[in-house]
Structure formats: C-alpha cells, structure tokens
C-alpha cells in the first residue's frame, strides 16, 4: 500500500516514481530560487521548509512534524511523544567546526521529524549549514552510497566513519549546480525505495 497522498496514487511503485520526479524538480528550484533565504542554517525551521517546499505536491504532511512512529533495519527513531524536546536539543546543538555539523546531523537523522522524505531534506539542510559556517558542500558523487549507508546506521553508537566519509568528500564549489544536482541524485540511490524504505510501528 502507498502513504496516502494528493496525487490519488494508490501504487507503492507508481508513487515512488513520481515523488522523485516532482521533488527533484521542486530541489532544482530551491536551488534557483531565495526561497530559503529568509531562514537560518541549521535550524528546524529551515529543514521544515525544505520539507515542505520538496514535498507539498504530494503529501499533506509536508513539512510537518510526524505523528507515526517509524524504524528503519530494526532501528527505531525518536518516538513521538519525544519529538518536540528531541527537535529543540538537535537545534541547539552547535555547528561552528565540522565535527560539530556532522554530529548535528546524525542527531536529526535519529530524530527522523518526518513521515517521508527526511533523508533529501536532511542532506540538502547538512549541505546549507556547511556551507554557511565553512563555505564547503559535499560532492556526493565521491561518496560511496554503501560505505555511507553502513556508516549512517553505525553513527547512532559512534560517527567517527561518517565524519571522515563525508571529510574527504568536502568541496569549496558551493555555486556549482552540477554539484548540487549530484546531491540531489544521490538522495534518490540512497533512499533506494527498498532498502532504505522507514515502516510504520502501531503500537
């Protein structure tokens, strides 16, 4: 069964294809446009807005703090009734170094605010805040997907292999759209539809 959606889509398979077709095309214009800037790096605020902007079309909830409780391989993120306090402890966590924004951002990605879609939105905030407090962004594309995935689910006990992974990935191109674009891509191999795919826990 698909999440429930705008688009009237009631096939998982059908509905991944166009959530990635609409929300790449809403990334380009994040890209191209201010939108974002009237918001600053790093906070929550921000990472809804981007969730919102990407998601909108498609899912009510875009944007919005989720109401389910999800787990992703066994791992179960931050459970509802902890979302608020876990979000406000992740946004104030400082982001002046590397090491910091890398430990902020695996802190939100066990927070996991969102119904769907907290990967795209979480790497495109990852990439604002670097770029704002170093002038840096990842190239993905030099990112092996499978190294950073293990290293991803690793980082909820230690983040010394996502931090050096994402370390020799750092580029000082932070205008070029094409990098930009490969971020965007990478997102789509990553989340993968079904191996990366967060079920819903009613308990």
């Known amino acids: 069964m698909a999440l429930k959606n705008k688009l009237g889509v009631n096939d998982s398979v059908?509905?991944?294809?166009?959530?990635?077709?609409?929300?790449?095309?809403?990334?380009?214009?994040?890209?191209?446009?201010?939108?974002?800037?009237?918001?600053?790096?790093?906070?929550?605020?921000?990472?809804?807005?981007?969730?919102?902007?990407?998601?909108?079309?498609?899912?009510?909830?875009?944007?919005?703090?989720?109401?389910?409780?999800?787990?992703?391989?066994?791992?179960?993120?931050?459970?509802?009734?902890?979302?608020?306090?876990?979000?406000?402890?992740?946004?104030?966590?400082?982001?002046?170094?590397?090491?910091?924004?890398?430990?902020?951002?695996?802190?939100?990605?066990?927070?996991?605010?969102?119904r769907e879609g907290n990967g795209r939105s979480t790497r495109i905030w990852l990439d604002l805040i670097l770029k704002k407090e170093l002038n840096l962004v990842v190239d993905w594309s030099l990112v092996d997907k499978d190294d950073y995935l293990l290293a991803m689910e690793r980082s909820t006990i230690k983040d010394i292999e996502i931090k050096h992974i994402l370390k020799q990935a750092l580029t000082d191109k932070i205008k070029d759209r094409e990098i930009y674009m490969k971020g965007i891509d990478y997102s789509y191999y990553y989340e993968g539809y079904a191996v990366y795919k967060a079920k819903d826990l009613y308990e």
């Open 14 to 114: 059908e509905l991944a294809r166009l959530e990635e077709k609409i929300s790449k095309k809403r990334a380009v214009e994040l890209f191209e446009n201010n939108y974002l800037d009237g918001y600053e790096a790093g906070t929550f605020r921000m990472l809804a807005a981007i969730h919102k902007y990407l998601f909108e079309q498609i899912y009510e909830f875009a944007g919005k703090i989720r109401d389910v409780n999800i787990a992703k391989n066994n791992f179960r993120f931050v459970p509802v009734m902890y979302l608020y306090s876990a979000i406000e402890s992740v946004e104030k966590m400082p982001q002046s170094n590397f090491d910091e924004i890398i430990e902020k951002y695996v802190e939100m990605n066990i927070v996991h605010p969102f």
